[in-house]
């Protein structure tokens, strides 16, 4: 939708969370932006920023790109949504029981799935689906199956 635009992504954020702080009608896309948004009060200020378009966080320094990180949940909930991988639905549901909470166990998810997007960067390739399912499983051994 927004390619490599980084500004533009983040500036769809910054409108999506005025337009929700304002009452106004949201698109589906921009509900589930402000959802995510909602969810991360740590990001609210960082998301309405005047720098907000432009600004690096290091990782280096300790930083969290806090659009980075809420456009993983994103990427998240439409992989568990559409289960695809196949079986990310089933590792999703077994970390809700786990965890008891949505919240918490995408952000166990936010590991593997960081860490297949390193990978595919790293070696310009794809992202290896089975080497990210097998990192979900591993998340997921010892809970109980989900029915």
């Known amino acids: 939708m927004f390619g490599s635009d ?5 500036q769809f954020y910054k409108t999506s969370w005025q337009k929700h702080l ?10 589930q932006v402000v959802q ?3 969810e991360h009060p740590e990001y609210h200020q960082q998301v309405l920023a005047d720098n907000a378009s432009y600004r ?18 994103l990427a998240l909930r439409e992989q568990i ?11 999703y549901h077994l970390l809700c029981q786990s965890t008891q909470a949505s919240l918490e166990a995408e952000h166990q998810m936010m590991e593997c799935l ?8 790293r070696n310009n390739s794809m992202p290896d689906e089975i080497a990210y399912l097998n990192c979900l499983q591993t998340l997921t051994q010892d809970l109980h199956s989900y029915p």
């Open 36 to 38: 995510v948004i909602a």
């Open 81 to 91: 949504a559409t289960d695809r991988p196949l079986g990310i639905a089933r590792c």
């Open 56 to 73: 690096d966080w290091a990782v280096e320094s300790g930083d969290t790109n806090p659009f980075l990180h809420m456009g993983m949940h």
């Open 22 to 31: 304002q009452g106004q009608v949201l698109s589906t896309l921009e509900q």
């Open 114 to 121: 960081g860490q297949a997007l390193w990978q595919a960067q």
């Open 6 to 10: 980084r500004k533009s992504l983040r």
